[in-house]
Antibody, heavy 121, light 109 residues
Framework: QVQLQESGPGLVKPSQTLSLTCTVSGGSISSGGYYWSWIRQHPGKGLEWIGYIYYSGSTYYNPSLKSRVTISVDTSKNQFSLKLSSVTAADTAVYYC?????????????WGQGTLVTVSS | EIVLTQSPGTLSLSPGERATLSCRASQSVSSSYLAWYQQKPGQAPRLLIYGASSRATGIPDRFSGSGSGTDFTLTISRLEPEDFAVYYCQQYGSSPRITFGQGTRLEIK
C-alpha cells in the first residue's frame, strides 16, 4: 500500500519561501507511470493543482503559480519537494502531496493527509 | 483553460435517496481523463471514479459515473450516512493540465 506523508514548517513569514517535503513509502518513486504532485486547498475552498514531477525530473506547473514554484525529486530518499517563493497570506492553505497515475486513465489515487501552512508574521 | 462547473453547489437529501451530481466542462474532455473524488472534513480527497465511469478499488457499487464530452454525472443510488461529504470532479487536459470543479456539498436533509 502506497503511503505519502507531507512534512515541513506550519508557519511561514510573508515574502519568505514555503518548503515542504513528501515522503513516499510502500512503493518506489522511480516507478514509471506516475507523476508526483502537489495540490493545495485554501481554508473552506476547493482544490488547486500546483504542479507535478516525474521521477526523471521533468516538471509541469500550474501557470498561475509557475513563476514562484519549484518541485524537485530525490529518488535516493524516495521523496519529492515543493518550494513556493514570495509567499503572502493568500498562500495559506492545506498542502497535499499525491500520486497522479498515468495509464488508460489519469487520476490521483494516493494522497497524503495534508499539512496546513499558515503565512503570517 | 478547461473550467469545470459543478452543480448544484449544495444538495440536501435524506439517507436512502438517490443523489445526482453534475460536472460540466467548458470544453470537451476525454472520458479517460475525468475523475471524481469524495472529501470528508479534515481528510484528504478519496478517489471514487476514474475514466468517467470506472469505480476505484474498494468503492461501493452504489457509486457510478457516466457522461462524455462536456457533461459528466456522479450518481449515488442509495445514500448511506457516510456518503454525506463534498464531491469534486477533476480533469486532465491542456494547460493548466489539471483542474478541479468547485465541489458539490452533499448534506443531510
Amino acid at each position: 500500500q502506497v503511503q505519502l506523508q507531507e512534512s515541513g514548517p506550519g508557519l511561514v513569514k510573508p515574502s519568505q519561501t514555503l518548503s515542504l517535503t513528501c515522503t513516499v513509502s510502500g512503493g518506489s518513486i522511480s516507478s514509471g507511470g506516475y507523476y508526483w504532485s502537489w495540490i493545495r486547498q485554501h481554508p473552506g475552498k476547493g482544490l488547486e493543482w500546483i504542479g507535478y514531477i516525474y521521477y526523471s525530473g521533468s516538471t509541469y506547473y500550474n501557470p498561475s503559480l509557475k513563476s514562484r514554484v519549484t518541485i524537485s525529486v530525490d529518488t535516493s530518499k524516495n521523496q519529492f519537494s515543493l518550494k513556493l517563493s514570495s509567499v503572502t497570506a493568500a498562500d495559506t492553505a492545506v498542502y497535499y502531496c499525491a500520486r497522479f497515475t498515468r495509464g488508460s486513465s489519469w487520476f490521483f489515487d494516493y494522497w497524503g493527509q495534508g499539512t496546513l501552512v499558515t503565512v503570517s508574521s | 483553460e478547461i473550467v469545470l462547473t459543478q452543480s448544484p453547489g449544495t444538495l440536501s437529501l435524506s439517507p436512502g435517496e438517490r443523489a445526482t451530481l453534475s460536472c460540466r466542462a467548458s470544453q470537451s474532455v476525454s472520458s479517460s481523463y475525468l475523475a471524481w473524488y469524495q472529501q470528508k472534513p479534515g481528510q484528504a480527497p478519496r478517489l471514487l471514479i476514474y475514466g468517467a465511469s470506472s469505480r476505484a478499488t474498494g468503492i461501493p457499487d452504489r457509486f457510478s459515473g457516466s457522461g462524455s464530452g462536456t457533461d459528466f454525472t456522479l450518481t449515488i443510488s442509495r445514500l448511506e450516512p457516510e456518503d454525506f461529504a463534498v464531491y469534486y470532479c477533476q480533469q486532465y487536459g491542456s494547460s493548466p493540465r489539471i483542474t478541479f470543479g468547485q465541489g458539490t456539498r452533499l448534506e443531510i436533509k
